[in-house]
């Protein structure tokens, strides 16, 4: 289901990308063309709102090695317009348009791009990851696009000038600091991994910065995250009598990791952040990946009883239960409907897509794994990390990082 679910998405996405590519290369015209579309209103007619439709975007990777993470995500968003669509309350219908940025901050552009060229999109949720909203966030902020995204988690988005950022997650700064303290609280020395990106370079860092704090002995590499042999590192980090591992990077190459250290014989505790919670992590790692903790500022929908709705209604969907990041996701699209429905009541029906991200800015909604309300800065004023373990090949909430021994 997943497979022919993600070749339709990422067909349209793929040609979307490579129809908007020279434009987005131009970032002084691409900047000033986004300006005045951004004056224009969306939608047509008369003022029977009901006549109208209205887009927003959906971006984040779709193909490539994390793609298992972005159709967590696009699942979670796309359900949520469903459902608003269905409900038939709204007044006017929604249009849901994907782009693929394969999770890097190289085709982050041209993903951007395709949204920011169509008018009619008013709102983004997105993008997925820190890397690819570092190389777009001015640009969105330019064109007076709001973002919300489920799962970017940089400590520095949003003080990076991207004024139309949101979040609806906890940054590293703060997974990172309890997944560190967490770990201080065992260990005496710990051998810290990152994949040099953005999100694993920036977790890892806190993750490092904290355990030194705490007296901890803290060894450090970086591996880049196009790796494919994680022979050499692993042997490293076994014979450094490192009591513990924390791996700042993404599912694939964290599974390829694990296989290396059970190869060599690590006999310490492992652990990665969210970015290595998924199934391609399970299925990658196999029997290896058996053990390994995963921080997360994210939820079990399978098990929260406040998700219990949503999860039955993705299962029905997607023929699969939701994954990480899907909740996140159908809260952020959730919160964007809610801001889109304000902005065309307070407009008489031609927003803008700055009257989007002001409404945006005053959210009040209570989603399933958070209340999407943001602080000035763009930061949810609530959020939760959460401590995972692979068992028998599944990974179980253990609960609040902070209540674990």
Not at 75 to 101: H, M, P, R, W
Not at 115 to 121: E, F, N, S, V, W
Not at 197 to 225: M, P, W
Request: charge should be neutral; aromatic fraction near 8%; charged fraction near 15%.
């Amino acid at each position: 289901m997943r497979t022919s679910s993600l070749a339709k998405v990422a067909v349209i996405g793929v040609a979307g990308v490579m129809a908007l590519s020279a434009c987005s290369n131009d970032s002084g015209g691409n900047n000033s063309s986004n300006n005045n579309l951004t004056q224009q209103p969306a939608g047509s007619g008369s003022n029977a709102n009901s006549n109208k439709t209205y887009k927003i975007g959906w971006q984040g990777p779709l193909s490539g090695d994390n793609q298992q993470l972005g159709i967590n995500e696009y699942n979670g968003t796309k359900l949520a317009v469903e459902q608003a669509n269905a409900k038939g309350d709204l007044g006017f219908k929604i249009v849901l348009v994907e782009s693929d940025d394969v999770g890097t901050a190289d085709k982050a552009p041209a993903a951007a791009a395709k949204l920011l060229q169509d008018p009619a999109i008013l709102g983004v949720v997105g993008p997925a990851f820190s890397g690819p909203t570092s190389a777009t966030g001015k640009t969105y902020a330019a064109a007076n696009m709001g973002l919300i995204s489920g799962s970017a988690t940089n400590a520095t988005l949003t003080s990076s000038g991207f004024t139309t950022f949101h979040r609806v997650v906890p940054t590293d700064g703060t997974e990172g600091t309890q997944a560190a303290e967490w770990l201080a609280k065992k260990f005496k020395k710990v051998f810290v991994v990152d994949d040099t990106s953005t999100y694993g370079k920036g977790v890892a860092d806190v993750v490092r910065k904290t355990l030194a704090s705490k007296g901890t002995n803290v060894i450090s590499q970086g591996v880049a995250a196009n790796t494919q042999d994680y022979g050499a590192i692993a042997q490293r980090v076994t014979q450094s009598g490192a009591d513990a591992l924390f791996y700042g990077g993404y599912d694939a190459q964290a599974a390829l990791f694990a296989k290396a250290l059970a190869a060599t014989g690590y006999k310490g505790l492992k652990m990665t952040g969210n970015g290595g919670k998924s199934s391609v992590f399970t299925s990658g790692a196999g029997a290896a990946g058996n053990g390994w903790y995963f921080s997360c500022g994210c939820q079990d929908a399978t098990t929260a009883p406040e998700a219990k709705d949503f999860a039955a209604a993705y299962e029905k969907m997607f023929n699969t239960p939701p994954s990480t990041y899907s909740p996140e996701c159908f809260d952020a699209a959730n919160g964007m409907i809610e801001a889109l429905k304000a902005a065309v009541q307070k407009t008489n029906g031609n927003p803008t897509r700055k009257d989007v991200a002001d409404a945006i800015n005053a959210l009040d909604y209570k989603g399933i794994t958070t209340q999407v309300k943001f602080a000035p800065n763009g930061e949810v004023a609530n959020a939760t990390v959460n401590l995972y373990q692979q068992k028998d090949g599944k990974i179980v909430m253990l609960g609040k990082i902070q209540d674990q021994s």
